[in-house]
């Protein structure tokens, strides 16, 4: 192979050169194939080589690929906000396009802490987030998330913000009812909010799924409503993380509709153009938005390529594919059937300690020991070992290990494209039953 001048996640490893994709299979240029068992990076939900979406990009192309922003606005820019606006739940209207969830995330933290300002309430720039949680990779993001292992080489750059625990079920107190644990976790905020202090907290941010540092953590019911409560009472706002778990995802359109509430701000990336091309964006109520129009009139936010007209037709015939597809329902029903074949994986296998999720958002969580539910050391890389044995055995899985070392065991997520066959996702378990046998047998070793 020709030498590469191309920086890799891992320096030094050769990877595959893929050549093509087709619904939920990626081909590499050796002609192998691969089930794309997460969609990428849980981003490719309508699945690959899509028709419609390649013609709705040539039409666009044809007629404008970019206009700057601070010029032009767009027909496909208009309708896109629109058809989010459709979608979203409450007041949330308005949408800031970026390219990537990190740029979503920290759009969101700057139009709050904006909102709190343009009320004469300065002091109000802290965001309050969760150990476990990832909202991006970019420094503000990164201040946010609780990956410690994306973390831990530039604490001393992050800015200071509080972290709470986050809702982790299968590691409550013995003997705590899910409805209890539901109301400790979320008081946590109540405590952080008045230890910081309500006049220094702009917002609590959150994934309504856990994703990439706990895989597929979903709240117990409850949890997300005494949120709300308390963002309510401190007059905090309340940042719903969806670029995961949004767009169908979880088998609903955004991941918080689960629990009905009503968020302050959204934010989106991953499936709203998946994969396509790379969009994203931060939703805002009419209140904020009105707030920030009737004072300074501008948002101190934004990036070259933010609403080009290219990529917003691009995000736009994706929603359009999913409402058309029923892809959120889907989403659903296909997910608890790829659920309940991963509790029986789970069930079998001696090294699963949990297989948990949401619509297509799954997620399996290793552990030395089933019944003291010890996590493996992550040295031992379990996590990674059967990422690599799915890899060479033609699927793809996504890791999910947040570093929490003794905390957490090292998880990965299963999340198909949300087109997936039942034939389709019995092809997936076997393939990864295979995969966690190897790791099994390595492990005794
Ligand atoms: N927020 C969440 C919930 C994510 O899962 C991710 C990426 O995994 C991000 C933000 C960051 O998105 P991006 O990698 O597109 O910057």
């Not at 904020?288 to 129009?293: G, N, V």
Request: aromatic residues 8%; neutral net charge; glycine residues 10%.
């Amino acid at each position: 192979m020709q030498r590469s001048y191309v920086i890799k996640p891992e320096l030094g490893k050769e990877y595959p050169r893929v050549s093509h994709g087709k619904g939920i299979y990626l081909y590499d240029t050796s002609g192998k194939r691969y089930i794309d068992g997460c969609s990428g990076a849980v981003t490719a939900s309508i699945g690959h080589g899509v028709e419609e979406i390649a013609e709705a990009m040539a039409e666009q192309a044809r007629k404008v690929s970019f206009a700057y922003r601070s010029h032009f606005s767009s027909e496909a820019v208009e309708e896109l906000g629109a058809k989010l606006a459709e979608w979203a739940p409450g007041e949330l209207n308005w949408s800031f396009f970026v390219n990537s969830g990190s740029e979503a995330t920290e759009t969101a933290q700057k139009i709050a802490i904006q909102y709190w300002q343009e009320q004469g309430r300065p002091s109000k720039t802290r965001m309050i987030s969760r150990w476990m949680s990832y909202h991006g990779i970019t420094m503000g993001a990164l201040s946010m998330s609780g990956h410690v292992l994306r973390r831990k080489r530039f604490v001393p750059l992050l800015a200071d913000y509080p972290a709470i625990s986050p809702p982790y079920p299968y590691r409550r107190p013995d003997g705590m009812s899910l409805e209890q644990y539901a109301r400790l976790c979320a008081d946590e905020l109540e405590t952080a909010i008045l230890r910081v202090g309500p006049e220094q907290v702009a917002a609590f941010i959150a994934e309504p799924v856990i994703g990439a540092s706990g895989g597929a953590v979903v709240p117990p019911d409850g949890y997300f409503q005494r949120i709300r409560e308390i963002c309510d009472k401190y007059d905090v706002l309340f940042i719903a993380d969806e670029v995961m778990t949004g767009v169908g995802r979880t088998g609903e359109k955004f991941g918080i509709d689960h629990w009905g509430v009503k968020p302050d701000l959204i934010t989106l990336g991953k499936g709203m153009s998946a994969g396509y091309t790379p969009m994203a964006a931060a939703m805002a109520t009419e209140k904020i938005i009105d707030t920030i129009t009737r004072g300074s009139g501008l948002i101190m936010a934004g990036h070259t390529y933010s609403a080009n007209p290219q990529s917003a037709a691009v995000s736009l015939a994706v929603l359009r594919y999913v409402e058309a597809h029923n892809l959120v329902e889907k989403a659903a029903v296909q997910g608890a059937y790829l659920l309940r074949k991963l509790r029986e994986l789970a069930d079998e296998s001696p090294l699963i300690g949990e297989a948990r999720g949401l619509g297509l958002l799954c997620g399996l969580e290793f552990v030395k020991d089933k019944r003291t539910k010890e996590p493996f050391p992550l040295s031992r890389g379990v996590a990674a070992r059967v990422i690599s044995r799915a890899f060479e055995n033609g699927l793809l899985v996504y890791p999910a290990t947040g570093g929490l070392e003794g905390v957490a065991g090292d998880s990965v997520i299963l999340s198909p494209p949300l087109t997936i066959t039942t034939e389709e996702i019995d092809e997936l378990v076997d393939l990864l039953k295979k995969s966690v046998q190897r790791v099994q047998e390595e492990m005794r070793q």
